[in-house]
Antibody, heavy 120, light 107 residues
Framework: EVQLVESGGGLVQPGGSLRLSCAASGFTFSNYWMSWVRQAPGKGLEWVANIKQDGSERYYVDSVKGRFTIARDNAKNSLYLQINSLRAEDTAVYYC?????????????WGQGTLVTVSS | DIQMTQSPSSLSASVGDRVTITCRASQSISSSLNWYQQKPGKAPKLLIYAASSLQSGVPSRFSGSGSGTDFTVTISSLQTEDFATYYCQQSYSTPYTFGQGTKLEIK
């Protein structure tokens, strides 16, 4: 059974940092592009970033470029999102999702999400 | 960026109804269109990919169609468990973008 379990969310002040993690199991992690998708409270879905199987390609939505960094550790079956210089508008549930690659841009499995709240 | 526009934004229907939700892309995206269902407090679930392919395990009452800029998802006979919010997503080019969502409510 495919499982994606996020962790690392919490309350952080504007300008602060967090590192989100996603532990993957039930599939060969190193064979898949992986992505982060977020959802602000009561709002729609927004793709944030993706990373190729070997980490050689990474893409970001413009609003997070230079502040967020996606990374992966295939030996640990884990995906990460380092988020810096946090702003109030970054408040959202952050989902880890399998997929989002160049030739397969669908997200076929999702984690339960981790909430990031940016507030003073 | 490719803009995705769904219509309607909300929809009231009854169990057993046939329902269609539309998604329009701001430019041609071929068949690179996916549909998701999301229930309150839960993660989205993939229903349809590549415009018309049914994801494994999804009931056959769901179907998708379209190509280019105009797409639809149809539920042939609404069941209680189908009341949720539906999103389309283009996977033609990054940044991948979603429609604003269609909330399907019980009449």
């Amino acid at each position: 059974e495919v499982q994606l379990v996020e962790s690392g969310g919490g309350l952080v002040q504007p300008g602060g940092s967090l590192r989100l993690s996603c532990a993957a199991s039930g599939f060969t992690f190193s064979n898949y592009w992986m992505s982060w998708v977020r959802q602000a409270p009561g709002k729609g879905l927004e793709w944030v970033a993706n990373i190729k199987q070997d980490g050689s390609e990474r893409y970001y939505v413009d609003s997070v470029k230079g502040r967020f960094t996606i990374a992966r550790d295939n030996a640990k079956n884990s995906l990460y999102l380092q988020i810096n210089s946090l702003r109030a508008e970054d408040t959202a549930v952050y989902y880890c999702a399998r997929g989002g690659g160049t030739y397969n841009g669908r997200f076929d499995y999702w984690g339960q999400g981790t909430l990031v709240t940016v507030s003073s | 960026d490719i803009q995705m526009t769904q219509s309607p934004s909300s929809l009231s229907a009854s169990v057993g109804d046939r329902v269609t939700i539309t998604c329009r892309a701001s430019q041609s995206i071929s068949s690179s269109l996916n549909w998701y269902q999301q229930k309150p407090g839960k993660a989205p679930k993939l229903l349809i990919y590549a415009a018309s392919s049914l994801q494994s395990g999804v009931p056959s009452r769901f179907s998708g169609s379209g190509s280019g800029t105009d797409f639809t998802v149809t539920i042939s006979s609404l069941q209680t468990e189908d009341f949720a919010t539906y999103y389309c997503q283009q996977s033609y080019s990054t940044p991948y973008t979603f429609g604003q969502g269609t909330k399907l409510e019980i009449k």
